[in-house]
């Protein structure tokens, strides 16, 4: 038996959100994992940024708009992903936005903006992604970004609880659909970590007090993710799929 290898040579991994926060993070470190980095969101400065550094660092990486909740737009920055690189091998499911309303006022808009960011878009992006590994025999692996927030609830962000429940049990439902096609799907659940989506939440009392809260009392650290992404995006996760993994210090069994 071979050790263990994390290693991504040769992979395509798809990573969508990657303008900004755990995408942009997470992008040039699956790049020194072997992968080609295929980068993709609605805004197109920053991932060309991002490609031309992942590129000049020795990398392999291409930038590819895409709207999660667009169809039509995920087909497409697909096609080109085959058209440069070939078929997806690993998707990452990245992109959200948050809310930050009472449930009273919630608007419908905000509603489906959240609901067809968070849940829907993961769903399109999986769905054309698991049909072009299985037209091409691929061995695939899909990683959703849910949320402690999908496991737990916190006040002012009904929507945002209700798409990253609704992401861990999609990816559970599709979990046991692909394993027949060798496709792997799986889910981490991340604690808090500071990025643009909670940036002005972190600098209030609130923001404060609720890490003190988290059994280890701190945020965490974005490199903290790379070891269960890495072990999910490869092979050495092979025999896990439907697997919820948290990644929040302890804040999923903070005690009631
Ligand atoms: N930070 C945390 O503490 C934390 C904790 C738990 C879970 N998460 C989850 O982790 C993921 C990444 O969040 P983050 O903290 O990195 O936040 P972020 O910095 O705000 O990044 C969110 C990303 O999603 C992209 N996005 C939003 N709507 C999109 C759409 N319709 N189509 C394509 N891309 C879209 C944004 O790019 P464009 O605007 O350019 O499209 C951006 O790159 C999210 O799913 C979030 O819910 C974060």
Known sequence: MSDINFRLDG???LITGASSGFGQFFAPALARQGAKVVVAARRRNPLLAL????????????????????RASVKEALDQVEASYGCVDVVINNAGIGDSNAMFDV??????????????????????????????GKHGSIINIASVLGLRVASHLTAYCASKAGLVQLTKAMALELARYQIRVNAICPGYFLTDINRDFMETDAGKKMIQRVPQRRLGDL?????????????????????ILSVDGGHAVSTL
């Open 107 to 136: 608007t419908a808009e905000e509603w489906d903006r959240v609901m067809s960011t968070n849940l829907t878009g993961a769903f399109n992006v999986a769905q054309e992604s698991a049909r072009r590994m299985n037209q091409h």
């Open 51 to 70: 490609e031309e550094k992942i590129e000049s660092d020795g990398g392999k990486c291409l930038a590819v708009a895409m709207d999660v909740t667009d």
């Open 11 to 13: 992979k395509v991994v």
């Open 223 to 243: 490199s903290e993710l790379l070891g269960p992404l890495f072990l999910l995006a490869s092979d050495a996760s092979s025999f896990m799929t439907g697997s």
